[in-house]
């Protein structure tokens, strides 16, 4: 049974950092592309950041320079560093499979606000 656990979001300034993470079981992670996604109020969920089993990485426009997606296997942990965070990035993030699975986690909010 997937299951995807995220965690670190919480309230930062415009210009702050946050890493989050996601503990992942279920499936063998090593082998896995995995991705953050995240929603904000009143939009579709959108694909952030994607990693493949080897490291490749692969970013949206709007995150690029600013984020950093990495893994580490040997923990099946996905990790999403959150730089120079705009009101713009405010949304619940989700980590999954690329392409992801039909379930979800509860995703983990992240707040920019002065």
């Known amino acids: 049974q997937v299951q995807l656990v995220e965690s670190g979001g919480g309230l930062v300034q415009p210009g702050g950092s946050l890493r989050l993470s996601c503990a992942a079981s279920g499936f063998i992670f090593s082998i896995t592309a995995m991705g953050w996604y995240r929603q904000a109020p009143g939009k579709q969920r959108e694909l952030v950041a994607r990693i493949s089993s080897s490291g490749i990485t692969n970013y949206a426009v709007s995150v690029q320079g600013r984020f950093t997606i990495s893994r580490d296997n040997a923990k099946k942990t996905l990790y999403l560093q959150m730089n120079t965070l705009e009101p713009e990035d405010a949304a619940v993030y989700y980590c999954?499979?690329?392409?992801?699975?039909?379930?979800w986690g509860q995703g983990t909010q992240v707040t920019v606000s002065s």
């Open positions: 999954n499979r690329f392409p992801p699975y039909n379930c």
